[in-house]
């Protein structure tokens, strides 16, 4: 095993890459040796961080909802580098409301992001690992999709819905190399989640959590590094809670 949980030789792709948590697991991939490519609805955004990795980051531009977009951005992404080694889907968004005024207007397009995009783009880099033989796919789920949370109705469907996604991946996929896990992090203090979660509503949340404290971005990008690497190559359809004990309540 290589304990230093290298990367190098591998090209690792990550939806929402040009920010947050996608940012973060970007980083530490690259740190650690591999190939990034970022794809990001905001592209401009996507090429900014690629540059600032340098060689051989690329950037491409991706909207996960839109199956000729998911095409088009792998076919990009392989023509580029030959191979996806490791998927990360980490694009997301979380807008809130309570149950009885949630409307399709935010229903619709937390499922069609969250969820429908991670199975299409798992499915277009799945048929090209499967092909190849081998890969890590890892999905970001939530601590929303095994504890209810208030105004998350929307929220907390899709990511339960992406662990099932995970677990039949796993499943179908398994024996022949390809291996599909989720993680499954608390309140995250990324740029939106210190916007999200300051003051009152953040502090009592805060001490639900055992450790007493939210989530690091890095934190979430270091257990994303032991799922890519061959460290973790006889784990599969797990889901790891990032959470500080919140689900051991």
């Given at each position: ?59 491409y531009r991706l909207d996960v909802t ?102 039949v991946l796993a499943l179908e996929w ?76």
């Open positions: 095993m290589d304990l230093e949980f290298g990367l190098t030789g591998k090209t690792a792709l990550i939806t929402g890459g040009a920010g947050g948590i996608g940012w973060a697991i970007a980083q530490t991939f690259a740190g650690n040796g591999a190939r990034v490519a970022i794809a990001d609805l905001n592209l401009d955004g996507a090429t900014d961080r690629a540059a600032a990795l340098g060689a051989p980051a690329t950037a839109d199956p000729a977009s998911v095409t088009d951005m792998v076919a990009a992404v392989i023509g580029d580098a030959g191979r996806i080694d490791v998927l990360v889907n980490s694009a997301g968004i979380g807008p809130l409301a309570p149950a009885e005024d949630l409307g399709l207007d935010v229903w619709d397009p937390t499922l069609a992001v969250n969820l429908r995009g991670t199975f299409l783009v798992a499915q277009a880099v799945g048929r090209q690992m499967l092909a190849q033989g081998g890969g890590s796919i890892i999905n970001l789920a939530s601590q929303a999709a095994s504890a209810a949370l208030d105004q998350h109705a929307a929220y907390c469907a899709s990511k339960a819905g992406v662990l099932g996604l995970t677990r398994g024996g022949r190399g390809v291996r599909t896990n989720a993680i499954s992090p608390t309140v995250v203090m990324t740029e939106l989640g210190r916007y999200a979660w300051t003051g009152a509503k953040g502090d009592a949340f805060r001490e639900l959590i055992p450790a007493g404290r939210f989530a690091e971005p890095e934190e979430i990008a270091a257990a994303a590094l032991f799922l890519a690497s061959d460290n973790s190559l006889m784990i599969n359809g797990i889901d790891l809670p990032v959470d500080g004990g919140f689900l051991a309540r």
